[in-house]
């Protein structure tokens, strides 16, 4: 597609309950960022992908958050037991992959973001 | 660790003045420093960028400029209008080692009409 696609755009999901969002990151990009917003705040990164290496989970808040990526493509956040602070914009971000001699900067572009409210 | 601080978090400027947006960055191999633009309920969009080897660029209106002794860079908005109204992230990221990018917590910028 034209740019990164994320769904739902809205949530709204009961506390206990599980949720996915999905990423569809932007055709060639083997490089894919998990970041969450909260209302008034910056960008937090969460996880991620890059082609077939094991991904970067560091930011990953607690372990009710997972994420995969299938066939180097889309990705999902699953967040587990939803808390009400885990309300917040999550935001997906593609780029090309960095190059080998790391001196081509790749820029990474962001989609619209999932608005998940728990209540 | 890492962390960039941006000032102001919010600003408010009548249309047609300049607007500035400061971040200052920790890590010293910082070299690439794009800046983002939000609207409301959009994701960031990217609006200008530069790497460490370059001291200031412009695009029309926008322009960014960097200090890579004192390990800041800037925004500046000039003739502003309504429209640039929306919240403006900086960003630092390394180019080797690292395929993170550490973000400001946003300035929210007014033009007011």
């Known amino acids: 597609g034209a740019g990164v696609s994320q769904s739902p755009s809205n949530k709204v999901t009961e506390k206990g309950k599980d949720v996915e969002l999905r990423c569809d990151p932007i055709?060639?990009?083997?490089?894919l960022y998990w970041y969450r917003q909260s209302l008034g705040q910056g960008l937090e990164f969460l996880i991620y992908f890059q082609g077939n290496s094991a991904p970067d989970k560091s930011g990953l808040p607690s372990d009710r958050f997972s994420a995969e990526r299938t066939g180097g493509s889309v990705s999902t956040l699953t967040i587990q037991r939803t808390q009400q602070e885990d309300s917040a914009v999550y935001l997906c971000?593609?780029?090309?992959?960095?190059?080998?001699?790391?001196?081509?900067?790749?820029?990474?572009?962001f989609g619209e973001g999932s608005w998940l409210t728990v209540v | 660790g890492e962390n960039v601080e941006q000032h102001p978090s919010t600003l408010s400027v009548q249309e047609g003045d300049s607007a500035v947006i400061k971040c200052t960055y920790s890590?010293?191999?910082?070299?690439?420093f794009p800046w983002y633009k939000q609207e409301l309920g959009k994701g960031p969009q990217l609006i200008i960028d530069i790497r460490s080897n370059v001291g200031e660029k412009k695009d029309q209106r926008i322009a960014v400029t960097l200090n890579k002794t004192a390990k800041h860079f800037s925004l500046h908005i000039t003739e502003t209008q309504p429209e640039d109204s929306a919240v403006y992230f900086c960003?630092?990221?390394?180019?080797?080692?690292?395929?993170?990018?550490?973000f400001g917590t946003g300035t929210r910028l007014k033009v007011l009409a």
């Open positions: 971000a593609s780029s090309f992959s960095v190059s080998s001699d790391r001196r081509t900067q790749n820029t990474i572009y």
């Open positions: 055709s060639g990009h083997t490089a």
């Open positions: 960003a630092a990221k390394a180019t080797s080692g690292t395929y993170k990018y550490i």
């Open positions: 890590d010293s191999a910082s070299n690439y």
